[in-house]
């Protein structure tokens, strides 16, 4: 798994797979704004990130089956 798909399968299930500096500025470039480290505990911006990455969440599940 690259470091990217971490990041977005992260972003898609909450769970951290990847490096958190990595998927700290991937998210920042997901959601168009900078997110403070505490703002990570948020259910909301969880739930922005995870609509936000299905799409490609599903297309990298697709190329692992």
Do not use: C
Request: aromatic share 10%; charged share 25%.
């Amino acid at each position: 798994m690259t470091k990217h798909e971490g990041a977005v399968l992260t972003a898609f299930t909450g769970i951290l797979l990847t490096d958190f500096n990595y998927f700290h500025e991937y998210a920042e470039e997901l959601t168009g704004h900078s997110i403070m480290t505490h703002e990570m505990v948020d259910p909301m911006l969880w739930n922005e990130l995870k609509g936000l990455s299905v799409l490609e969440a599903r297309k990298i599940i697709k190329e692992q089956v």
